[in-house]
């Protein structure tokens, strides 16, 4: 497992739903900030199908999850969440996605890039792996390469002035191959306040808070941390 905490100049977290982030990655992200780097949220759905509340309507889900979204970003000293308004739970690897990620990874140039394993299937013999997650995975990775990175992959983006993008250092988070962990032992705590402000998607705050760190403490086994998140690190070559 490596564990040579990176702290490049900006971050770009590409994932499916409002919460993804800070359950993946919340106590990395904190480190980050606190450390200088720039880190940015694209959402690519509006999260509009994760509720039970039979009053609920997917609009006012809509609306709770962007604000419950934004109030857990600013908790974590993220600079930007950028919403595309896809449909939760009807993502695909389609074209239009895929311009769609060129395009924010042109404009924002990050040095490193955050996203789901689109390999993982299956995690154990007991669950499933959300579609959305996959397909956002598979999508963000396709954009990175090759298609951001070079310049005739949707020709109008140069006409508009962006310039193609190659992007170094990618992080995978939900993955069955983990190789990187970071130690999130002093960060763990704002993880926990930045999750609690997704009040629609969480239980009893107690519980959430020792679920976390429960699997904060196993992600860090074979670690010299307390508590650990842990990524599928790739390092691409020019
Ligand atoms: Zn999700």
Redesign the pocket.
């Known amino acids: 497992m490596q564990t040579d905490f990176p702290v490049p100049k900006r971050v770009l977290f590409i994932?499916?739903?409002p919460?993804?982030t800070e359950?993946s990655s919340g106590g990395t992200i904190a480190r980050w900030t606190q450390a200088g780097t720039e880190v940015i949220y694209v959402i690519v759905t509006d999260g509009s199908k994760?509720s039970d509340d039979p009053e609920m309507t997917p609009e006012g889900l809509a609306r709770l999850r962007e604000e419950e979204q934004r109030a857990a970003a600013r908790v974590l000293g993220v600079s930007e969440v950028r919403f595309l308004g896809y449909t939760d739970g009807e993502v695909y690897n389609t074209p239009q996605l895929r311009r769609d990620l060129v395009r924010q990874i042109r404009e924002l140039r990050p040095d490193l890039v955050v996203t789901f394993d689109p390999t993982a299937r299956f995690f154990g013999h007991a669950r499933i792996n959300?579609p959305?997650?996959r397909a956002v995975g598979d999508t963000a990775l396709d954009a990175i390469f090759p298609l951001a990175r070079d310049r005739l992959n949707f020709p109008e983006h140069e006409r508009e002035g962006l310039r193609p993008h190659h992007v170094r250092d990618i992080f995978l988070v939900g993955t069955n191959e983990p190789n990187f962990a970071v130690d999130i032992t002093a960060t763990i705590d704002r993880k926990i306040e930045a999750l609690l402000c997704h009040r629609s998607q969480i239980g009893h705050p107690q519980e959430l808070a020792t679920y976390i760190r429960e699997r904060a403490r196993l992600a860090a086994e074979g670690t010299p941390y307390q508590y650990a998140e842990r990524f599928r690190r790739l390092v691409l070559l020019r």
Request: proline share 0%.
């Open positions: 994932v499916a739903h919460d993804d359950f994760g959300h959305d997650h």
